[in-house]
C-alpha cells in the first residue's frame, strides 16, 4: 500500500514497480534450482528437460523475461516521456532500463539452452562437467539475469527522483539480495575448485582471491549502506546453509548406476565459506580509505581479503574433516551414490590436497596479487555501478 510521508519537499513513498521485485524473486528462483539440481545429480543421477530444479530455474527465466519484457514494452508504447527520458533507446524504437535488456536476453539465453541441454545429453550421453557447452549458454543466462536483477535495483537507487519516491529501505534490501544470489551464483560456477577438500591447497586461494574480491569491493563502494559487502556475504551464507539443511529433508534415491553408496535422501551441497571475515575487513576499510588513491586501496583491500580468508578458512577446514562435522547442520556426511563410502579420505585431506613451505608460501604470494587486481577491478566498477541511473 502507498504511503504519504510529510516533509519540506512533499515527497511521495511508494511501493517499488512490480517488475523490480519480479527480477529478484527470479534472481532467487535461479540460484535454488541450480543448487538443487547439483544436488539432484549427486543424488539421483539423470535428469529430465522439466525435472524439478530445471522448472524451478525455468520459473526464474520466464518471470524475469516476462516481467521486463512487459516494462519495455509498456514504456514504449505508454511510457511518459519523462520515464523515456530516464531510459535508454535501444534498435531506435524500444525503451528501457540497462537492467532490463539484461534480463530479456538472459532469460532468451536460458530457454534456448534447455533444448540444447536436452539434445546434448540424448545425443552424446551424461557429461559431469559444469561447463560443458549447453550449461555454459545456460550459465551465462542465469549470471545476466542475476547481474541484470542487480542493475536494475541500483538504476533506482542512483536516482534521486526514485529515491524521493520509493521507500529507500526496500531498494536496498533489493540490491543487497540481488547481489547475494548472484555471489552464490558465482561461487557454484566455480565450486570445483572451492570445496572443502580443497581448503588446504593455494589453488583454492588462488581462485577465492581472483574472484571474489571483484564482487565484494564492487558491492561495498556502490552500496548505500556502509556494510554493503556484509550483508551480500550474510545472504550468501545464509542461502548456502539454508541449502544444506532443507534439501537433505526429502526423499532421494539413485536412478542411474553404478551405486556404491546407497542414499535414501538429497545430498547436501557445499556448506558456505566464510566469506563474510573478509567482507567485513573490506567494508570497514572501505569506510576509512575514502580519500586513498585507487593503488592504495586495492592493495590493503587485496591483501586484506586473502589474509583474512586464509586465516579463518584453512582451520575450518581441518574443523570440517572431524567428528564435530558430520552432522545435518555442516552437510559433511553427504556423498555422491558412485563413489565408494569406505574412501580413506572421506573425511580427511588427501597427501596431494595439502600443500605446505614454500608452495605454500609461492601460491599465497600468487594469491594476493589475484586480490589486488581483483580489488583494483571492484573499485573501477563499483564506481561503474554508482553513476547507473537508467
Not at 555471489?183 to 582471491?209: C, D, N, P, W
Amino acid at each position: 500500500m502507498s504511503t504519504m510521508t510529510l516533509s519540506p519537499n512533499h515527497t511521495t513513498t511508494r511501493t517499488l514497480p512490480v517488475y523490480i521485485y519480479a527480477v529478484v524473486f527470479a534472481s532467487f528462483c535461479i540460484t535454488v534450482g541450480l543448487i538443487w539440481d547439483i544436488s539432484w545429480h549427486t543424488s539421483i543421477g539423470r535428469d529430465g528437460l522439466f525435472s524439478p530444479p530445471h522448472l524451478a530455474t525455468y520459473i526464474g527465466a520466464i518471470t524475469s523475461g516476462l516481467f521486463s519484457g512487459y516494462y519495455v514494452l509498456r514504456l514504449t508504447f505508454a511510457g511518459r516521456t519523462e520515464e523515456k527520458q530516464q531510459s535508454i533507446n535501444f534498435w531506435k524504437v524500444f525503451y528501457g532500463s540497462l537492467g532490463a535488456l539484461f534480463c530479456i536476453w538472459g532469460a532468451f539465453a536460458m530457454i534456448t539452452s534447455a533444448p540444447f541441454d536436452d539434445w546434448w545429453h540424448n545425443t552424446f550421453g551424461l557429461d559431469v562437467q559444469i561447463l560443458s557447452p549447453p550449461h555454459t549458454v545456460l550459465l551465462l543466462g542465469m549470471i545476466t539475469i542475476q547481474f541484470g536483477a542487480m542493475v536494475s535495483v541500483i538504476a533506482l537507487q542512483n536516482r534521486k527522483s526514485a529515491v524521493n519516491t520509493y521507500s529507500a529501505n526496500a531498494i536496498s534490501w533489493c540490491f543487497i539480495l540481488s547481489s547475494g544470489f548472484l555471489l552464490v551464483m558465482l561461487f557454484t560456477i566455480a565450486s570445483e575448485y572451492l570445496g572443502r577438500y580443497a581448503m588446504h591447497k593455494t589453488l583454492f586461494y588462488q581462485v577465492a582471491s581472483g574472484l571474489f574480491p571483484l564482487f565484494l569491493v564492487a558491492i561495498s563502494r556502490a552500496s548505500t549502506s556502509k556494510w554493503g559487502a556484509t550483508r551480500m556475504a550474510a545472504i550468501y551464507t545464509i542461502v548456502m546453509a539454508a541449502m544444506v539443511w532443507i534439501l537433505p529433508i526429502f526423499h532421494a534415491e539413485p536412478k542411474l548406476g553404478p551405486v556404491f553408496n546407497h542414499i535414501t535422501h538429497y545430498q547436501a551441497f557445499h556448506f558456505p565459506l566464510l566469506l563474510i571475515f573478509p567482507a567485513i575487513a573490506i567494508d570497514w576499510l572501505n569506510q576509512r580509505l575514502q580519500n586513498k588513491i585507487f593503488f592504495i586501496k586495492a592493495l590493503a583491500l587485496g591483501v586484506a581479503f586473502t589474509l583474512i580468508l586464509f586465516v579463518v578458512q584453512w582451520p575450518f577446514g581441518d574443523f570440517l574433516t572431524t567428528e564435530y562435522a558430520r552432522n545435518w547442520f555442516f552437510g559433511t556426511t553427504s556423498w555422491y551414490f558412485g563413489s565408494d563410502p569406505a574412501f580413506q579420505y572421506r573425511y580427511a585431506f588427501a597427501p596431494y590436497n595439502v600443500e605446505g613451505g614454500t608452495v605454500l608460501i609461492t601460491g599465497l604470494t600468487i594469491a594476493v596479487v589475484l586480490s589486488i587486481l581483483s580489488s583494483w577491478l571492484g573499485l573501477t566498477w563499483g564506481r561503474w555501478m554508482k553513476s547507473v541511473k537508467r
